[in-house]
């Protein structure tokens, strides 16, 4: 290496690349200390996944880390800061339901969930009829056990991501779309970034939020991958029944999952959107819905409800990204200077945003935590590209 060589001008503090919500949030962060750039492949933000979500606000959903990170977003989503168009949550109860078969399942989700910290709402076990009672869409008799969590939200991830992006362009970041980068050097201590067009960035950091892509974009700066595995998920629209139930509101809405994970539905309009909760490993790629797998959820969907389901509105996916433990990975490459980490997203990136750009911001930072992330017991290991449960 020449050491006698100039350092090059910097044209950013930090570039993030990916403007999904994992980008926009944590550029947010960062530019209230820095010059910050959010570099996007595609010539819209929020086309990939964040873009497909089924935009829920669930505490009880993921491992400890997760449902702690969700809970710390929380008051982020319920008075949200001025810069957010509001309202951004709707109450949205989680009912979670199951066969017998089923039973144990849920018992054992509803004694990991129920009360401590990450939590809170109320959660409460309840028999079949009481599940009919709070969703009479569900098919009499099929519910043995249920559980409900009235604590979940629908969300506005649209206005969410917005306000993040508002947010940040106030504090003088700026974002530059069809921007895919395809190449980077090190010239002293800079990262030279190049992007399809051949135009060049030059950046003192650079975080990888590209979600899907996130072990091909390390792979450009000679960071080791993290094993991130793209799993599709499908959804899909269904008009509701010509005859609503007795009892049916669409002001009363809950989202209806299966204990097993093998359907979840929500009223959406006069619509619902329905899910096979499908996960299924592909390339990172521009995700296209499974007909096998919308095929198997209208079965499942019309056992256990009364939607009536022969047909389909409209379909789309999107790949939930995850690591081997289902954890983000976030902050500092053990081994590359200068290149951070902000992936592994997974099921629950939209739900942790808040929460986990601060989080993302001071280990870029500071190499650490904020307080109140701590003061819940998470930790910087538990996040960080070198954790040995990665390599599982
Ligand atoms: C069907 C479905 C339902 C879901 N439901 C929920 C839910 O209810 N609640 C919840 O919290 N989460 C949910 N999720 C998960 C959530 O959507 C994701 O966790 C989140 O959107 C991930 O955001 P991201 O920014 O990491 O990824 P993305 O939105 O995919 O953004 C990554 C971006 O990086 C860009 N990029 C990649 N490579 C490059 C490059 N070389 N140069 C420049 N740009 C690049 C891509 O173009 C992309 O725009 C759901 C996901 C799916 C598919």
Not at 101 to 112: D, K, Y
Request: hydrophobic letters at 45%.
């Amino acid at each position: 290496m020449d050491n006698t060589a100039p350092i090059p001008s910097i044209d950013y503090d930090t570039i993030v690349i990916g403007g999904g919500i994992a980008g926009v949030s944590i550029a947010y962060e960062l530019a209230e200390h820095q010059s910050v750039a959010v570099v996007e492949r595609e010539s819209t933000l929020a086309y990939h996944t964040t873009g497909r979500s089924a935009a829920t606000f669930l505490e009880s959903y993921g491992n400890a880390t997760v449902r702690a990170l969700t809970r710390a977003s929380r008051d982020f989503f319920v008075a949200p800061p001025e810069f957010v168009d509001g309202p951004l949550v709707a109450d949205l109860p989680l009912l979670i339901v199951a066969e017998e078969a089923e039973v144990e399942t849920l018992r054992a989700l509803h004694e990991a969930v129920n009360g401590g910290p990450t939590h809170s709402g109320t959660i409460e076990l309840i028999d079949g009829a009481a599940a009919e009672a709070l969703n009479p869409m569900l098919r009499p008799g099929y519910t043995d056990l249920a559980m409900v969590d009235f604590g979940s939200l629908e969300l506005d991830v649209h206005g969410l991501h917005q306000g993040f992006l508002r947010g940040f362009r106030r504090r003088g970041g700026e974002v530059l779309k069809s921007a895919g980068i395809v190449g980077a050097r090190r010239e002293r201590s800079a990262w030279v970034l190049t992007d399809a067009q051949g135009d060049e960035l030059r950046t003192r950091n650079v975080v990888n939020a590209a979600g899907a892509w996130c072990d091909e974009v390390a792979e450009l700066f000679g960071a080791a991958p993290i094993g991130i595995r793209p799993l599709r998920r499908t959804a899909f629209m269904v008009s509701g029944p010509r005859e609503l139930p007795a009892g049916f509101s669409a002001s009363r809405r809950t989202m209806t999952m299966s204990a097993s994970e093998d359907f979840y539905f929500k009223p959406d309009g006069a619509s619902f959107l329905c899910s096979p909760a499908d996960e299924t490993l592909q390339e990172p790629a521009d995700a296209k819905p499974d007909d096998l797998e919308i095929a198997r959820a209208i079965e499942r969907l019309n056992e256990a409800s009364l939607l009536g389901v022969r047909s389909v509105a409209t379909s789309w996916a999107g790949l939930r990204s995850f690591t081997a433990d289902r954890t983000p990975v976030i902050g500092a490459d053990p081994t590359v200077d200068g290149f951070y980490w902000f992936a592994g997203q997974g099921g629950y990136g939209i739900q942790m945003a808040p929460a986990l750009a601060r989080a993302g911001a001071g280990l870029t930072l500071h190499g650490e935590l904020p307080a109140d992330l701590t003061g819940i017991g998470l930790s910087a290991s538990v996040l960080s590209a070198s954790r040995a449960a990665l390599a599982a």
